[in-house]
């Protein structure tokens, strides 16, 4: 039988952060979870949106157990103002789910001057996963689990000289270095955890081709490119839903047979149940992490240093 929902273990007593849990698969990710009993910390930046999903949510599982955080990815000030109230609430987390993200939208730059995909899919959650990791570390056998896409097999590793592609911008060559970096930093945080000798596991989740709003905001944010169009078109027509679309990073985050290191995927490339992938592109997999940790640590000002957060 293949892995869904129904197998997700007991959550009760845990802690998950998910981010975007307003909508899409952040919102099923979060639905699942709290059905299961997880105390659930809702990260988002529409609070409007966040309190319609917590109805929504709440439909279904009317004891579920929420809490609305608002998070601004694109901006680190809310990044850090986020973290230090998850932290003044909660001592312990045993799930952070990094699923926000925005996709081929046009050349932006958020509120510090980074290009706004790389902002927002990667600094903004190196930044919050960095501040919660002294939590994460307090807690047996935490997991980081990142979410990726298969647009990462056309990214390029991140160029110190030119993180932000001055000069070189495209929607889907921005996209595509953004989810290379999440693909990166969780295999490289999952090294760090070895490294320090901790219970912490760090994995990656892509969704497939899901019909959720991404598509949609990437059509606006673009002004309605073909090829974004395109992919909004094929979501609708072949995508799997939300709910489905979103079992990767649920099985990540709760099979207990998952290991850090791993990566979760549907079955067959975009569609399928979700199963285990292998990591490719394994060639200067290393020399790319490190320049993608310099850069994040540079751009941002936040270590990740995981000796350091598992002492405190």
Same mark, same amino acid.
């Given at each position: 039988?293949?892995?869904?929902?129904?197998?997700?273990?007991d959550?009760?007593?845990?802690?998950?952060?998910?981010?975007?849990?307003?909508?899409?698969?952040?919102?099923?990710?979060?639905r699942q !979870?709290?059905?299961?009993?997880?105390?659930v910390?809702m990260a988002?930046r529409?609070q409007?949106?966040?309190?319609a999903?917590v109805?929504?949510?709440?439909?279904?599982a009317?004891?579920?157990?929420?809490?609305l955080?608002? !998070?601004d990815?694109?901006a680190?000030?809310?990044?850090?103002?986020?973290?230090e109230?998850?932290?003044?609430?909660?001592?312990?987390?045993d799930?952070?789910?990094?699923?926000?993200?925005v996709?081929a939208?046009?050349?932006?730059?958020?509120v510090?001057?980074?290009?706004?995909?790389f902002g927002?899919?990667?600094?903004g959650?190196?930044?919050l996963?960095?501040?919660?990791?002294?939590a994460?570390l307090?807690?047996a056998?935490?997991r980081?689990?990142?979410?990726?896409?298969?647009?990462?097999?056309?990214?390029r590793a991140?160029?110190?000289a030119?993180?932000h !592609?001055e000069?070189?911008?495209?929607?889907?060559r921005?996209?595509?270095?953004?989810?290379?970096?999440?693909?990166h930093?969780?295999?490289g945080?999952?090294?760090?955890f070895?490294r320090a000798?901790v219970?912490?596991?760090?994995?990656?989740?892509?969704?497939g081709l $899901?019909?959720?709003?991404l598509?949609?905001?990437?059509?606006?944010?673009?002004?309605?490119?073909?090829?974004?169009?395109? $992919?909004q078109?094929?979501?609708?027509?072949?995508?799997?839903?939300?709910?489905d679309?979103a079992?990767?990073? !649920?099985?990540a985050?709760?099979?207990?047979?998952?290991?850090?290191?791993?990566f979760?995927?549907?079955m067959?490339?975009?569609?399928?149940?979700?199963v285990?992938?292998?990591i490719f592109?394994r060639i200067g997999?290393n020399?790319?992490i490190?320049?993608?940790?310099?850069?994040?640590?540079?751009?941002?000002g936040?270590?990740?240093?995981v000796s350091?957060a598992a002492?405190?």
């Amino acid at each position: 039988m293949f892995w869904n929902a129904s197998q997700i273990p007991d959550q009760r007593g845990r802690t998950a952060v998910v981010t975007g849990a307003n909508s899409g698969l952040g919102l099923e990710t979060a639905r699942q !979870l709290a059905a299961k009993g997880a105390h659930v910390v809702m990260a988002v930046r529409n609070q409007d949106k966040a309190a319609a999903a917590v109805e929504n949510i709440r439909a279904m599982a009317p004891d579920a157990s929420l809490e609305l955080i608002a !998070l601004d990815l694109s901006a680190q000030a809310s990044v850090r103002a986020a973290s230090e109230k998850i932290l003044g609430a909660h001592q312990r987390i045993d799930l952070l789910i990094n699923n926000a993200g925005v996709m081929a939208t046009g050349e932006a730059k958020t509120v510090d001057g980074f290009e706004m995909q790389f902002g927002v899919d990667h600094l903004g959650h190196w930044t919050l996963t960095a501040l919660l990791m002294p939590a994460l570390l307090r807690t047996a056998r935490a997991r980081i689990v990142t979410v990726t896409s298969t647009a990462h097999h056309m990214g390029r590793a991140v160029d110190p000289a030119n993180p932000h !592609l001055e000069g070189r911008y495209g929607p889907w060559r921005a996209y595509g270095q953004a989810k290379l970096a999440n693909f990166h930093f969780g295999l490289g945080l999952q090294q760090e955890f070895e490294r320090a000798g901790v219970g912490a596991a760090s994995l990656l989740a892509h969704p497939g081709l $899901s019909n959720t709003n991404l598509q949609a905001v990437s059509v606006r944010e673009s002004g309605g490119g073909l090829t974004q169009r395109f $992919s909004q078109w094929a979501a609708v027509h072949t995508g799997m839903s939300a709910s489905d679309g979103a079992l990767p990073q !649920l099985r990540a985050a709760t099979d207990p047979a998952a290991n850090g290191g791993d990566f979760y995927g549907p079955m067959f490339v975009n569609n399928g149940p979700p199963v285990r992938k292998p990591i490719f592109r394994r060639i200067g997999m290393n020399s790319a992490i490190a320049k993608l940790w310099d850069v994040s640590e540079r751009e941002t000002g936040v270590p990740i240093d995981v000796s350091t957060a598992a002492s405190s």
